[in-house]
């Protein structure tokens, strides 16, 4: 199947600061991408839709100045938490859908990133 | 609008016994359903997937699931648990076609005994 790479896989930060989350498609092209969160024992909520040349599409209760979204390339969204605070620290996922016979058919996941603000 | 919902958030079962893991689903066009593996600390990883092809689907390591329209529900199987299936599964669920957002179910954190 296709990977979907994610970098940094753990990142330790001071509150207030701003980190980067990226990732990457590695063996196919990526227009759209989606970007989830997962708190401890709990399931993925979809944060926001990530799309290539275009504004990414934020859910409902998703602060589009807090997490930066960009989506640069056919294979690379980046997600930046700005000014970050503990209440932010969770596991970041990203995933992006594979075509199969001209559609999107499967999203795959990439391995996630764990986000820590002291 | 769509859903899943998995019943039971922690399955118990014996190495050697069924894994029976229960999704039932909601969409207001036709699915397709989806069954993820997570390790922990890790991203998640595909199972199987049915996209309106055949109703009983295979997977890795085992698994299989099938699709059932009439009771709207897309069960997880394998014959004989492993140790190494000790994991948590989710399962998930998009509208067929398009660029769609998947949607997921709680998770069943799956324990295996010895």
């Known amino acids: 199947g296709a990977v979907v790479s994610q970098h940094p896989s753990r990142v330790i930060c001071k509150s207030g600061t701003s980190v980067k989350i990226e990732c990457r498609s590695l063996?196919?092209?990526?227009?759209?991408m989606f970007w989830y969160r997962q708190f401890p024992k709990q399931s993925l909520m979809l944060m926001a839709t990530s799309n290539e040349g275009s504004k990414a599409t934020y859910e409902q209760g998703v602060e589009k100045d807090k997490f930066l979204i960009n989506h640069a390339s056919l294979t690379l969204s980046t997600l930046t938490v700005t000014s970050a605070h503990p209440e932010d620290s969770s596991f970041y996922i990203c995933?992006?859908?594979?075509?199969?016979?001209?559609?999107?058919?499967?999203?795959?996941f990439g391995p996630g990133t764990r986000l820590t603000v002291l | 609008a769509q859903s899943v919902t998995q019943l039971g958030s922690h399955v118990s079962v014996s190495e050697g016994a069924l894994v029976l893991l229960r999704c039932n689903y909601s969409s207001s066009v036709p699915p397709y359903l989806f069954w993820y593996v997570q390790y922990p600390n890790q991203g998640l990883q595909l199972l199987l997937k049915y996209t309106s092809a055949a109703t009983l689907v295979k997977g890795i390591n085992g698994f299989e699931a099938e699709f059932k329209k009439s009771e709207t529900s897309f069960h997880l199987t394998k014959p004989s648990a492993h140790m190494s299936d000790a994991a948590e599964y989710f399962c998930?669920?998009?509208?067929?076609?398009?660029?769609?957002?998947?949607?997921f179910g709680t998770g069943t954190k799956l324990q295996v005994i010895p």
């Open positions: 063996d196919f092209q990526a227009t759209t």
């Open positions: 995933s992006a859908p594979e075509f199969s016979s001209g559609r999107p058919d499967t999203q795959y």
């Open positions: 998930a669920v998009t509208p067929s076609g398009g660029y769609q957002k998947v949607t």
